[in-house]
């Protein structure tokens, strides 16, 4: 089992430096530069020459990545562009407000979610598995966006029990957070819980038609000891994997969400720095967004390989 972990764990070291490629890449093309977006549409040639030297946009895209590269292994993120603060002085903060708020949406969607997945799965064909399927397929085909107008519409327009915005500060009370951030907590609750809802009665319905389950019957044991003491434990891998996946992306997936609501967040940072075609914040927000992401999976892969017996030995190796 050791060689399988760090197999993933190599794996996972090589898609991150494949990540770092692609954001170093994918801000290289944007259109402009910040040398244009700072000096404005009255800037000179010349003036655009010498702060983009200032800036060192005129060194080799190569050179920079490397240089950028070596600052990220040893935690140096650069400077804004914009204002020539430190990265990570304006960074780490939207982070962590971040990750409160998906942590906040994560301690309420997913034992929710296992648990009526697992519900529905016991109560197959029934009222409450055919009403948990259609609100789940409708939560996971509506876009983040829309959802969150719908509930600013119904929550704070309508009723004015909730504010609109999520508007935090420093020092704010927990009390005044949650309130605050109630609003994109719900959505985020929504389409993660949907997901991992189908995928959950799904992997457990999966489970139940195997013979040993209906072994299991066949003794005299109620539907939900079968489900909760056989077929549960069995579908663990699986859920385990869609349960990362989806907190993979309360945390990486949250741009549309932090936008609607005015979240000051790590999405809203990124997209705030593409409009200013700050490419140091750009590059850190997304390598922060493709580690988180790539962690989580990897993550869920050892998780998978040690809840998984099958994982642990292949057939394969065992001829």
Not at 25 to 52: C, F, K, M, N, Y
Not at 96 to 117: D, K, Q, S
């Amino acid at each position: 089992m050791g060689s399988l972990i760090a197999k993933r764990a190599g794996l996972g070291l090589l898609t991150l430096w494949l990540v770092s490629v692609l954001v170093f890449a994918g801000t290289e093309i944007l259109p402009g530069d910040v040398a244009g977006a700072i000096l404005g549409q009255s800037a000179t040639p010349e003036s655009l020459a010498a702060l983009r030297s200032e800036l060192g946009l005129d060194v080799p895209a190569l050179q920079r990545y490397f240089d950028w590269l070596g600052g990220i292994l040893t935690g140096d993120m650069g400077r804004s562009m914009a204002s020539g603060q430190p990265v990570s002085d304006l960074l780490w903060p939207r982070f962590w407000n971040t990750m409160a708020l998906a942590a906040y949406a994560g301690v309420i969607a997913v034992p929710l979610a296992v648990g009526l997945g697992i519900l529905a799965a016991a109560k197959r064909g029934t009222i409450f598995d055919r009403a948990a399927n259609i609100a789940a397929l409708a939560f996971v085909s509506l876009p983040e966006y829309f959802l969150g107008l719908l509930l600013v519409l119904w929550l704070s327009v309508k009723t004015g029990w909730l504010p609109s915005l999520a508007d935090t500060y420093e020092g704010m009370g927990l009390a005044a957070w949650f309130n605050a951030t109630t609003l994109p907590m719900l959505v985020l609750v929504m389409v993660t819980m949907a997901q991992i809802l189908r995928m959950t009665r799904t992997t457990v319905l999966g489970v139940m038609d195997q013979p040993y389950i209906e072994t299991a019957f066949l003794k005299g044991l109620k539907n939900g000891r079968v489900v909760m003491r056989h077929a549960a434990p069995n579908a663990a891998a699986p859920i385990v994997n869609v349960v990362s996946f989806n907190i993979a992306y309360l945390i990486t997936g949250v741009v549309l969400v932090e936008a609607v609501f005015n979240y000051n967040g790590l999405g809203r940072f990124m997209v705030d720095a593409v409009s200013k075609r700050d490419l140091p914040m750009v590059q850190a927000a997304a390598m922060i967004f493709g580690a988180a992401y790539v962690i989580l999976n990897m993550i869920a892969d050892i998780a998978a390989i040690t809840l998984n017996p099958r994982l642990r030995h292949p057939r394969g190796k065992e001829a």
